[in-house]
């Protein structure tokens, strides 16, 4: 819940209805109902790289211009010198 600054309501919603999203194991003892839910940090890292490379790819349709391209033409560009006075 911290990672995403997110309520326990909405983690538990994504995870219902978000095959993407890491799964939950419990740990413990379940026939005493003895045993902790919890998020295994590979599967969560693992699921926030795919989120963030996929926000990445879906971006560039914004960009009509590569980025390497513009700082080339930046470093080209000279600054108009103001007359002498």
Known sequence: MRL?????????????ENPDFPRKH???N??????STRFVVPE????VAMVEGD?????????????????????HTETPK????
């Open 82 to 85: 103001s007359p002498p006075m």
């Open 55 to 75: 926000r990445a790819e879906w971006t560039k349709q914004f960009d009509p211009v590569d980025s390497d391209t513009k700082q080339r033409a930046s470093d």
């Open 44 to 47: 969560v890292n693992a699921y």
């Open 26 to 28: 419990k740990f413990g």
């Open 30 to 35: 379940p026939f005493n109902e003895n045993c």
């Open 4 to 16: 995403f600054e997110v309520s326990r309501a909405t983690i538990d919603r994504w995870h219902r």
